[in-house]
């Protein structure tokens, strides 16, 4: 069975930071795409950043203050978070596809969601 785990999320006041992690089992997923993706409420998902082999992609709105990492080894995907704004509030998915895609539809494996609260 495939599972993928976020944690890591809370709230936090503008200017902080958060690091969440997304642990995968089930299959191996170290030649897919690994990324985050959220959804804050009344609004579509988002594309927030992507890895894939050596590459990283982001959105232009968490470019700079956002970045992806992942352990093969242990099969976990990071997402370190800084100079956090209250525009960043959202729930904050962890989701994997065969090939990198800034689009959310096309990815096939999904985790449950941890919520990422920043209060002005």
């Known amino acids: 069975q495939v599972q993928l785990v976020e944690s890591g999320g809370g709230l936090v006041q503008a200017g902080g930071s958060l690091r969440l992690s997304c642990a995968a089992s089930g299959r191996t997923f170290s030649s897919y795409a690994m990324a985050w993706i959220r959804q804050a409420p009344g609004q579509e998902r988002e594309f927030v950043a992507a890895i894939r082999w050596r590459g990283t992609y982001y959105s232009d709105s968490v470019k700079g203050r956002f970045t992806i990492a992942r352990d093969n080894a242990m099969d976990t995907v990071y997402l370190q978070m800084n100079s956090l704004k209250p525009e960043d509030t959202a729930l904050y998915y962890c989701?994997?596809?065969?090939?990198?895609?800034?689009?959310?539809?096309?990815?096939?494996?999904w985790g449950q969601g941890t919520q990422v609260t920043v209060s002005s």
């Open positions: 989701a994997a596809a065969p090939a990198t895609t800034f689009d959310p539809n096309e990815y096939d494996y």
